[in-house]
């Protein structure tokens, strides 16, 4: 449960609708979401946090309120993958304050460079139930794995990220990945860049866990557009099992981005058998919905956003002109800005599509519960010598 005393401290138009929307997440959990337990069982996820947060785009910045959801949302997990942490990262201490000190986190630096994106990594986690082991680390291939691509060898584009819990009898290896997307087609070099470095980090934690007693958890944001495609089929290529991500993971539920995969072992990685085992949280289906009701409480926002992007454009077009350089895609920015600002239609679109997403997010967490209590089983090998748990 978050810390809910600082709602006391928002204007009451504001309170309530945080209060409400708080109020329909946490129904949504516990309609959708397995009941999480003191020591049976884990509650593991996965969730790219769009550009969280430092409004490059001009489409936030985030209000508290959204923290205050995004709080809610983290703490449906006992530890959680999250993707796009930027550079500041006072927005996620914010949220942290709001987990309270049972939530503990560790992310990696920023990942510089063009494809880097300036971004982090890292795992959000319940100390109660989940124990770090002191073993954390960036996934660097070896010189004769690297990705290679027509012109070099290369490493990842986002260095992944690996370390090391321990929740219950289960010891795991949590690796978390942000891959290359680049151009969708199939014939680009970017498409065959993605799909090599799905293959890369499978194969290289596919490696280590033949020679480990800890079981792998391979998750976050693999920019696979349908589980068919080779993107999609290069996790179970390396071995991996992954969850039946079935509606989609991205906010119009139509794109299998994100994935949770593990590497299959006997009395190792064992997913509870339930209709709540696994799935996707719709949290646009509780708050910032797309609906005008919605709208019509967040379009101050919204058009504030819209008049920055439109004063931002006129300033680019007339540094254009002053520098006697082509203005046409300056000129074609203002006129957007300036035709979405006088028109409902498209500023509702704007909502749906773009602003909401960069309050929450344009992806959807993914949970999977595992059964990490093993103790029958081990008593059984006690007794009569047939079962060795991986994780003792």
Known sequence: MIHYWPLKRLDTKTRKRTVAGLERIRKLVADVMPPRTLRSTLVLGTWNIRNFDDNRFGDGPR???SLYYIAEVISAFDIIAIQEIC??????KKVMRLLGTSYDYIVTDVTEGRSGNIERLGFIYNTDKVRFRNVAGEIVLPWKDQISDVTKKRQFARTPFSCAFQSGWFRFIFSTVHIYYGKQSKNSEEYKRRVSEINSVARFLANRAKSEKDNHILVGDFNID???DPSGNALAKQGFETTQNIIGSNSKKNKFY??????????AVQRIDSDRSEGTLDVFSAVLQETQKDFKSYSPFVIASLEKKLTKARAELTAAKKKNKPTKKKQQAVDKWKTMLADPDQQFEYYVDKWRTFQMSDHLPLWVELDVDFSAEYLTSLKDGTFTPLSE
């Open 226 to 228: 349908k589980k068919s």
């Open 63 to 65: 209000m508290e309120e």
């Open 258 to 267: 994100d994935q949770i995969s593990w590497i299959p072992r006997d009395n």
């Open 87 to 92: 550079r500041d990262m006072t927005p996620l």
